[in-house]
């Protein structure tokens, strides 16, 4: 098993930046892929972001490509979301989730692990 904990939330500008990290602790990192996603209110969990084990492979929603770049360090068990040009659209709760196959599924219901998840509200 492997415990998600995520954490960079807050309340931003639009327009702004703010930077969402996942911590991993228990099984071995590096043997997971890993995804973001979030949740607005009323709304169904959607798909941001994707990586690969190793990081050589990452995927992106169409919403936030161009604007987010997911990344790791397989080092520090850790996985980032870093996010530009916040739009309030991007309101939600976030999640990361790890996934024990090394592909990148958009569906939440294709991931094992899940963590309790961070609020970023943008302002307009």
């Known amino acids: 098993q492997v415990q998600l904990v995520e954490s960079g939330g807050g309340l931003v500008q639009a327009g702004g930046s703010l930077s969402l990290s996942c911590a991993a602790s228990?099984?071995?990192?590096?043997?997971?892929?890993m995804g973001w996603f979030r949740q607005a209110p009323g709304k169904e969990r959607e798909f941001v972001a994707a990586?690969?084990?190793?990081?050589?492979?990452?995927y992106y929603a169409d919403s936030v490509k161009g604007r987010f770049t997911i990344s790791r360090d397989n080092y520090k068990n850790t996985v980032y979301l870093q996010m530009n040009s916040l739009k309030p659209e991007d309101t939600a709760v976030y999640y990361c989730?790890?996934?024990?196959?090394?592909?990148?599924?958009?569906?939440?219901?294709?991931?094992?692990?899940w963590g309790q998840g961070t609020q970023v509200t943008v302002s307009s």
């Open positions: 989730a790890a996934r024990k196959e090394n592909t990148l599924p958009t569906m939440p219901a294709r991931y094992d692990y």
């Open positions: 228990g099984r071995t990192f590096s043997g997971y892929a």
């Open positions: 990586i690969s084990r190793l990081g050589y492979s990452t």
